[in-house]
């Protein structure tokens, strides 16, 4: 992220799969099209017709009332479905942010959905130290920091190196489980 003039982009659809790698084709600097092996099976809409996504718009997937979070590519989809179980079982709205894109970030649409609710969690598959939430936290903190009603948390693995059995990666990057009890406790 902290590379001038590279532009890095990570989907979660295999619509924004084609639409972002088109847009990365065309774009007149270097990017970094990142693709997540656990997103290889996942199914979805791909229009036959040309369209392009662009590389600096976040997707908002969930309107919701009391927390914004915040994910990227395979943790968009545990994000939806630990919001889902939110809403369910415990009455909590959440929105949930798809980034998309990490450079150039959107901060526009986080700003404007974090000062609707009040609330901000990231999600990623990165340790604590040093991830693109820290940044985001960063960046809300100094720019809407009056908008917030509760301290801004991150769901990240432990600052570990991730282990390669399967069974053991599971444990570590955080589950849907894990993201819902930890923001109903927030």
Known sequence: MNMPLIKVVFPSTPYDVKGLLKSAIRDNNPVVFLNSLALGGKRGEVPDEEYLVPLSVADVKRQGKDVTIVALALMVHRA???????????????T???LRSLVPLDT????????????LVTIEENPRLC?????????VTEEAFYDLDAPPL?????HIPLPAADALEDMAIPS???????VRRS
């Not at 526009?108 to 609330?119: D, P």
């Not at 991150?154 to 432990?158: C, K, S």
């Not at 849907?176 to 930890?182: G, P």
């Open 108 to 119: 526009q649409t986080i700003l404007t959905e974090v000062a609707k609710t009040g609330r």
């Open 131 to 139: 991830g693109w939430g820290a940044e985001l936290v960063s960046i």
């Open 96 to 98: 949930v942010v798809d």
């Open 154 to 158: 991150r769901i990240t693995t432990p």
């Open 176 to 182: 849907i489980d894990r993201i819902a009890e930890t």
């Open 80 to 94: 939806l479905d630990a919001a889902a179980i939110l809403e369910k079982e415990h009455g909590i709205s959440a």
